[in-house]
């Protein structure tokens, strides 16, 4: 399993860039990898970049500035500052007095610097238009590489581990906020005081931590996914999305990798009410993809928003199929007031470490506990049972999840759980209501108890019947445009709720 740490948040790519003329400067894509609060007032994001470029001899140097929105310069439009003109040759500076190009990258989160080598790409460790500017590499930025790829007469580059700080925005979500920045690059043949600009790519967008898409990848044969998608806008508004199996280097690139899942949707999701699908095959239900030889190549899921945004939400799900040494037999979430108790139990386990507890706020996982494993050493083949509470006060529902992790820190998640949100009166809750693609979640009482569901039609006829569920949660599909009665009967006890829903017209 590859061993990267990824929180359930994406990057939204948006704005249409302006491209200057002589070679094609395309498809920037950002992927965010996690948030730390590192220093108090400050968060650090670690993101990953993409791009494509033609080959071309004259982009031998590749630069590329970042800044955050409000920051970035104005000013590229007017022709006597017009940076990065290919006509002109102006190129940003850090701290030029009199220079034309107003030192617009003392604004800038971050500048990279590539070497575009015939048989390798590296970073430079200065700019040379202005050597005061800091620029990003291994030695000011660890952990940061990049690699190329060659797609038709493209060369595309992913930079990963890109990592900027900015201040902690105000606001109750600080660092889990909608975070916006905009970013130029341009090429050269050279990478001195006044290199030839050879073609740019500018204003060029990107915001994350909405929309939210979070998933994982079922093991069993054929392979399955699951995908949930939240947001923090208040009007509905309809996504789409595609699935990718990675062809193997973990890197997204959609002319390489293998398409799956193809403009699924429409689905609406506001703030409230996402939209969430588990255990989904794909398009062709005998894909090639979805046999064992693929159990351990991520996932990606591609998510657009027409109506809302001109943009691309990348996430990447790379969990491993690869067997834990822990057998989970169940793992169950209920609320009781302004707690929830998590509960668990596994059969056996081996050279475990314990279980991270993790919940969804605000678009990103993070880890609330951690319980460690029973078992002596963290080897058994005792039944051992395990519990969790937190203290929840959220009004809209909640997800939990289990990180499992061995003594050699690998890790594998559980299915998620879901509660209802503190002083919600329903003992059933409906997402979304409406439906517009004939699919519900249905999020019953905390209690663990066997249920029998019965979905009726405006005329009273039952349309689905599902006996024995035992989960606090199900998604239903496959029904018409209309009004429906969801009838649900304790098992033991013969209690019944009900509750209405619609599905509208697509």
């Known amino acids: ?17 302006r491209i200057s003329a002589q070679c094609n400067f395309i ?22 970049l993409s791009f494509e470029i033609n080959q071309n001899a004259g982009s031998k140097y590749t630069f590329i500035h970042l800044w955050r929105t409000n920051d970035y310069h104005t000013w590229v439009t007017n022709p006597l500052y017009d940076a990065y003109s290919t006509t002109q040759n102006k190129q940003p500076e850090f701290n030029n007095p009199g220079g034309e190009s107003l030192n617009i990258l003392q604004n800038a989160l971050a500048t990279i610097v590539l070497n575009n080598d015939i048989n390798s790409v590296t970073f430079e460790t200065s700019y040379g238009p202005d050597p005061d500017a800091p620029v990003k590499n291994p030695a000011t930025n660890p952990g940061i590489t990049v690699i190329r790829q060659i797609v038709g007469a493209n060369y595309r580059y992913t930079i990963s581990n890109v990592v900027v700080r900015i201040p ?33 790519m500018l204003n060029w967008s990107y915001s994350i931590n909405d929309v939210n898409v979070t998933g994982f990848r079922n093991c069993t044969v054929p392979l ?20 990718y199996v990675d062809d193997g280097d973990n890197v997204f690139n959609a002319a ?17 009410s996402g939209y969430s699908a588990g255990n989904q095959a794909y398009d062709d239900v005998n894909s090639p993809y979805s046999a064992i030889a693929y159990k351990n190549n991520s996932l990606w899921y591609v998510v657009t928003a027409p109506t809302i945004f001109s943009n691309v939400a990348l996430y990447e799900t790379n969990n491993s199929c690869a ?28 050279n475990s470490s314990g279980f991270a507890i993790e919940r969804l706020n605000n678009g990103i996982w993070q880890e609330i506990g951690f319980v460690a494993s029973q078992a002596t050493g963290g080897t058994g083949s005792d039944r051992l049972m395990y519990q969790y509470n937190d203290l929840n006060t959220e009004k809209n529902i909640t997800q939990y999840r289990l990180r499992q992790v061995d003594l050699d820190r690998v890790s594998k998640y559980s299915e998620i759980r879901s509660v209802k949100g503190y002083g919600q009166p329903s003992k059933i809750i409906i997402y979304p209501n409406p439906s517009v693609d004939g699919k519900i979640n249905v999020l019953f009482n905390d209690k663990e108890v066997s249920r029998d569901i019965m979905v009726l039609d405006m005329n009273s006829r039952v349309v689905k019947q599902i006996t024995s569920v035992n989960t606090n949660s199900i998604t239903l599909t496959g029904f018409a445009p209309g009004m429906y009665t969801l009838r649900v009967v304790v098992t033991k006890t013969g209690e019944q709720s009900v509750e209405k829903f619609v599905v509208s017209q697509r």
């Open 1 to 17: 399993m590859k061993r990267r740490l990824l929180l359930m948040a994406v990057v939204l790519f948006s704005a249409a860039p």
């Open 27 to 48: 498809s920037p894509t950002v992927e965010l990898n996690f948030i730390t609060t590192p220093v108090a007032g400050f968060c650090d994001i670690n993101f990953n």
């Open 168 to 200: 902690t925005p105000p606001g109750p979500n600080g660092c889990s906020s909608a975070l916006s920045f905009t970013g130029d690059a341009w090429s050269s043949q050279a990478n001195n005081s006044n290199p030839p600009i050879h073609c740019s």
């Open 224 to 243: 399955r996914y699951t995908i949930n998608l939240t947001t923090t806008q208040t009007a509905p508004f309809d996504v789409y999305y595609d699935v």
């Open 256 to 272: 390489l990798d293998h398409l799956v899942v193809n403009d699924n949707g429409p689905h609406t999701i506001s703030n409230g």
């Open 323 to 350: 067997t834990l040494p822990v057998n989970l037999l169940s793992f169950n979430a209920s609320r009781n007031g302004d707690r929830v108790f998590l509960k668990w139990v596994t059969a056996s386990e081996q």
